[in-house]
């Protein structure tokens, strides 16, 4: 499996469909997200806790996008879209029934064909901002 595939693997299998056990499979125990959310530490946590009890507690139907996907060495670069409802608690939000589209961009290192290293820019303030406002 290339690296692009496997960053296409997470996208579609941990973070639209929920999937834990190929979450495991992929993330390196060593692993350091460089931006994460604030307060969330840098670890392999950090990714774990914004999908599984950030994203799939406020959203529903998710669904991912990649709009493009550039690969250089042991690195990926993605720009994709988070397409969803929310319909739970999302960083605060009580549901709204509205459908989101989180803009991302992400570089991940791979290591051994497992996530070791993540930078990224996304959009996710702003939506939750627009649903705090209606």
Same mark, same amino acid.
């Given at each position: 499996?290339? %690296?692009?595939?496997? #960053? ?13 056990? #190929?979450?495991?499979? $992929?993330?390196? @125990?060593?692993?350091? %997200? ?9 670890? /392999? ?5 914004? $999908?599984?009890? &950030? ?6 139907? /998710?669904? #991912?996008? $990649?709009?493009?996907? &550039? ?6 670069? =993605?720009?994709?879209? $988070? ?12 549901? =709204? ?5 989180? %803009? ?11 996530? /070791? ?5 996304? =959009? &996710? @303030? ?6 705090? %406002?209606?």
């Amino acid at each position: 499996m290339t %690296n692009k595939e496997i #960053v296409q693997r997470f996208n579609h299998a941990c973070l639209a469909g929920g999937d834990a056990q #190929v979450f495991d499979e $992929i993330f390196h @125990p060593d692993f350091v %997200n460089h931006t994460t959310i604030p307060g969330m530490g840098s670890g /392999i946590d950090s990714m774990r806790n914004a $999908i599984f009890n &950030l994203l799939h507690v406020g959203l529903s139907d /998710i669904r #991912v996008e $990649i709009d493009d996907q &550039l690969e250089e060495g042991d690195k990926v670069a =993605t720009r994709k879209r $988070i397409l969803a409802r929310h319909t739970g608690t999302l960083a605060g939000v009580p549901a =709204t029934g509205r459908a989101v589209e989180i %803009n991302v961009y992400d570089i991940v290192r791979l290591k051994d064909g497992r996530y /070791i290293e993540h930078w990224g820019l996304n =959009t &996710l @303030p702003l939506v939750v901002q627009s649903l705090k %406002n209606g």
